[in-house]
DNA sequence: GTTTGATGTTGACGGGATACACATGAGCCT
DNA sequence: AGGCTCATGTGTATCCCGTCAACATCAAAC
């Protein structure tokens, strides 16, 4: 019934070793070029040369290899924002530094960006890290050591300055049919707006 | 090869009579009960009552019978942006009212949400009526009529209104990990911000 | 009353997710 | 050394889904 001898094929072990983290390197990469289109079990494990089932080893189901490379995009996006942030001291720039990173990436890597708020059924296993909510918040929590923002609005000013970002970054990215014009002084302005929200609501 | 009779079961008729709208009718409720995950063509078929290749004489394609349905959903979206702007005069009071009623939207129907912005490889054959950003635009247009808001900044005004409400609606539904906090302050804070950067802005 | 075209049905094929049984091989125990 | 064990892969089978080609039904046009 089964075969005596497994021919390897093109394969130089039977083990792959390292598996798990190559099926995350595809799924990004498939991402990067083609959103969730192209993250099916079946497919991911023909990219790195090994059966499907082999990925059960690693990851209980489909979906749950999805919500670990949505994960991975969530953090490739919050990487983009800290370095963004490095070579900015004022707390506005800082703070305009990170809105335009957020909306650069959702711009610029529409695949990577659809996938990291994919709805998924399962759930991430640990904590985003680094993560671009802990990320937006420090920047408000940096104006409010300022004082330009009042402590007790620092969450409804998280909220507000993380909503204009995500929303124009959702509606520029992907085939929406809501898709808004485009260009570096429609951000700008779009990201003065916000300073001006976050800054100049309760005087 | 073929049965000579075809028996027909449970079924009145053997013509359904009106298919493509029994379709966007189930497709609706389940977009409702459970956003995106059940809209596949064998799944709205059984549940019509039909075949799944009788799917096809409607549409072409599953993917295109998936773009139908998140139509219905925008469409749902802007006809209720309506009925809240009926009963209101002001046009701050109309402004606050569509977005209210928008991020009401998201909240109260997160499967009806993500089935409208969902990113679908076929596009809508028509323009959406009515359309939710057209009735967004209408009211910032009125802005512009009471001298609220410059002319020549009506579109970066309605980018920015808009991105707001979307950006929320979205972190807000669903199961996002970004998850704001979620009451009803937290939304008119979330308004009141938004009227301040659409109206103050260029004193 | 026949023809015809719109609308449905069957059956088949290809592909994806995943359950179960089996294979491989590196490291540990004796 | 020689063998055991367990993590990790493979093979095969099953079920479901999307879609094609061929055939069936029926109402309306002629």
């Known amino acids: 019934m089964y075969p005596v001898n497994i021919k390897l094929m093109n394969k130089k072990t039977y083990h792959h070793g390292n598996l798990e983290e190559a099926l995350l390197t ?25 059966t499907p089932m082999a990925v059960y080893r690693h990851f209980p189901s489909g979906e749950n290899l999805k919500a670990a490379i949505s994960q991975q995009a969530r ?32 711009l610029e890597e529409p695949g990577l960006f659809a996938v990291a708020f994919i709805d998924c059924d399962a759930s991430p296993q640990r904590e985003d890290n680094p993560s671009a909510r802990a990320i937006l918040h420090d920047a ?9 923002v009042k402590p007790a609005e620092l969450e409804s000013v998280a ?3 993380w909503s204009i970002v995500h929303g124009f970054a959702m509606l520029a990215s992907g085939n929406n049919p809501f898709r808004p014009e485009i260009s570096p002084s429609v951000i700008e302005n779009l990201l003065e707006r916000s300073w001006l929200g976050v800054t100049q609501f309760s005087k």
Chains 1, 2 share one sequence.
Not at 30 to 42: D, I, Q, Y
Not at 75 to 94: I, P, S, T, Y
Request: contains cysteine.
């Open 26 to 50: 595809v799924g990004m990469k498939e991402a990067k070029a083609s959103g969730f289109r192209n993250l099916g079990v079946t497919h991911l494990a023909k990219m790195v040369g090994v």
């Open 75 to 106: 953090e490739e996006l919050a990487r983009r924002m800290l370095e963004a942030l490095e070579n900015e001291e004022d707390v506005k720039r800082k703070f305009m530094a990170t809105g335009r990173e957020y909306i650069r990436f959702g």
């Open 140 to 148: 408000i929590l940096d104006l409010c050591n300022e004082g330009l």
């Open 159 to 161: 909220n507000f300055a």
